[in-house]
C-alpha cells in the first residue's frame, strides 16, 4: 500500500450534522483504509530527534502548555491559533487556511519535520497528525518534548522561510472522520469500537471544559484515559502501550475511532495505536466538543 492515498472526494449530496466545525460527510462514501502503512516512525526518541536533519517545530499553547524554549533553529508553532483555524467550517476539507498556515513557516512535503513540545505530547500531536494529513511525508514526534531534547540541542531559535507548500489531504497513516462515521460507530453500521481518551471525570459527565455543550460521552465508547499513556515526561514503553490497548479489549484487527475533547490527546493515542500494530485507527479530530454541540446527537453520562 502506497505511504500516502488521496482522502476520497466527498459527495455534493453529504449528510450534513451541524455542530461547531462540523464536516459534510458522506455515510456511504468514506471508506477508513482496513491497514494504515507505517513506512516511517511517527515517534522518535530525543536522541533520534536531535541528529535528524529538517524543520524543527517547538508546538506551544499559550492557554495550556508550558513555555517552550526553541532548540536547535527551531520555529514556535501557535497551536493556539491552529486549533481555532481547524475549528472553523470546512477547514479540514478546502485545506486552503492550512496549507497557509504551515507555508508561513516554510513546511515543504518532502522535508522530515520534527515536533516537539513542553513534554506533554498532546500538543506536538496536535501538530503531527494536521502535518501528515496535510500532505507532509516524514512529520515526527519526539517522545519527551523539549525537557527530553535539553542538552542534545543548543537553544536556538530559527527564522521562517515561507515555502510554496501544497496541501493534499491523506488518509494515511491515520484517517480523518467526522461526526457521521461516529454515528454509524454507535449505530453499529461500521463495525468500529469508539474510544474517548479524556480523563475518567470528563467521560463521566462530572468535569464539563469550556467549548462542551453538555456533559457526559458519546454513546457506547470506551474510556482509556491518555495519561495512562505517560509516565512522567515520556511516554510508555512500546510493551507497555500495547498491554493497555489489549487490556481494554483492543485487537490489532479491530477498527478504530479516536475521540477527546477538542482533538489534541485523541492525536496522541491514535499516534500511539498506528505506531504500536492497530492499524485500522481513524481521529475523530474534533472530538467531543463538536458532538455536544450538535443538539441532534445523543449524549450519555
Known amino acids: 500500500m502506497k505511504r500516502r492515498q488521496f482522502l476520497q472526494t466527498f459527495s455534493a449530496a453529504s449528510l450534513v450534522l451541524c455542530g461547531c466545525g462540523s464536516e459534510p460527510v458522506n ?18 526518541s530525543p536522541q533520534q530527534a536531535a541528529s535528524l536533519n529538517g524543520l524543527r517545530l517547538a508546538a506551544a499553547s499559550t492557554v495550556e502548555s508550558q513555555p517552550v524554549p526553541l532548540l536547535g533553529g527551531a520555529l514556535k508553532v501557535d497551536v493556539d491559533a491552529l486549533t481555532t483555524l481547524t475549528e472553523t467550517s470546512g477547514a479540514l476539507l478546502a485545506l486552503t487556511s492550512l496549507q497557509n498556515f504551515w507555508a508561513a513557516l516554510g513546511v515543504q512535503r518532502d522535508q522530515p519535520v520534527i515536533v516537539y513540545d513542553d513534554g506533554e505530547m498532546k500538543f506536538g500531536a496536535r501538530v503531527r497528525f494536521l502535518l501528515g494529513y496535510c500532505g507532509v511525508l516524514q512529520p515526527v514526534l519526539v517522545d519527551g518534548g523539549a525537557p527530553g531534547l535539553a542538552g542534545l540541542l543548543p537553544l536556538q531559535a530559527g527564522s ?28 453499529n453500521k461500521s463495525g468500529a469500537k469508539l474510544i474517548d481518551v479524556r480523563t475518567p471525570a470528563e467521560f463521566n459527565g462530572q468535569l ?8 457526559g460521552h ?27 490497548f489489549t487490556m481494554a479489549g483492543l485487537s490489532p484487527d479491530d477498527n478504530i475511532v479516536v475521540y477527546c475533547h477538542d482533538g489534541a490527546k485523541s492525536s496522541l493515542i491514535a499516534t500511539l495505536l498506528v505506531e504500536n500494530g492497530f492499524p485500522a485507527t481513524s481521529l475523530y479530530y474534533l472530538s467531543y466538543r463538536d458532538w455536544s454541540q450538535n443538539q441532534n446527537l445523543p449524549v450519555e453520562l
Open 160 to 187: 521562517a522561510i515561507p515555502s510554496a507548500f501544497q496541501a493534499d489531504a491523506t488518509s494515511q497513516p491515520i484517517a480523518l472522520v467526522f461526526q457521521q462515521e461516529a454515528l454509524r460507530a454507535i449505530q
Open 208 to 215: 464539563l471544559l469550556p467549548g462542551d455543550a453538555r456533559p
Open 218 to 244: 458519546i454513546p457506547g465508547a470506551q474510556n482509556l484515559p491518555e495519561g495512562d499513556f505517560l509516565e512522567g515526561p515520556r511516554l510508555r514503553t512500546p510493551p507497555e502501550v500495547t498491554s493497555l
Open 27 to 44: 455515510s456511504g462514501s468514506f471508506q477508513r483504509p482496513s491497514h494504515n502503512d507505517v513506512s516511517s516512525p511517527l515517534i522518535v
